[in-house]
């Protein structure tokens, strides 16, 4: 017997993805023309630290590094958003698979803000993807606790 796929309703939940770039070396400048992507943060292995205000900080960075705050769209699904950036990153994958296969990451970096549990499954169609994109998951969940009694 057949079981079809259900979705189980979970409370909503509101996301941003940023796309991670760090590579012991590469130049952060190439990682954008190569994508025409405008990085949010970027700087180059022996840059000088700063805040992401800009405020200097001591050392230098021992690692290059590229953040791209991801475009949303209107009321799509945390996994409908990210298989969409999959088939866009596609286009680059030999470029994405150089970053990795010299030492690099790549990864997914997403906010995840909730009033309460929720929830998101990643089929194992989008998580194949994510192998063949050599993409990792970084997921931070920030729950509002307004409400809530503690123990």
Excluded at 1 to 15: C, S
Excluded at 128 to 133: D, F, G, P, S
Aim: proline share 3%.
């Amino acid at each position: 017997m057949k079981f079809e796929k259900r979705k189980t309703k979970m409370r909503k939940f509101k996301y941003d993805v940023s796309f991670r770039v760090v590579h012991p070396n590469i130049d952060p400048d190439e990682v954008c023309n190569k994508l025409n992507m405008q990085a949010k943060y970027k700087w180059r292995v022996g840059d000088r630290r700063k805040t992401p205000k800009g405020t200097p900080l001591s050392g230098v960075y021992d690692y290059s590094y590229c953040s791209f705050l991801l475009d949303q769209f209107e009321e799509m699904e945390l996994i409908d958003f990210l298989k969409h950036w999959n088939k866009k990153f596609f286009n680059f994958s030999d470029f994405l698979n150089s970053i990795n296969s010299s030492g690099g990451n790549l990864e997914y970096f997403i906010g995840w803000y909730s009033k309460g549990n929720s929830g998101e499954v990643f089929d194992i169609d989008f998580l194949k993807e994510l192998v063949k994109l050599k993409i990792s998951l970084s997921i931070d969940f920030y729950v509002e606790r307004s409400g809530l009694q503690s123990d």
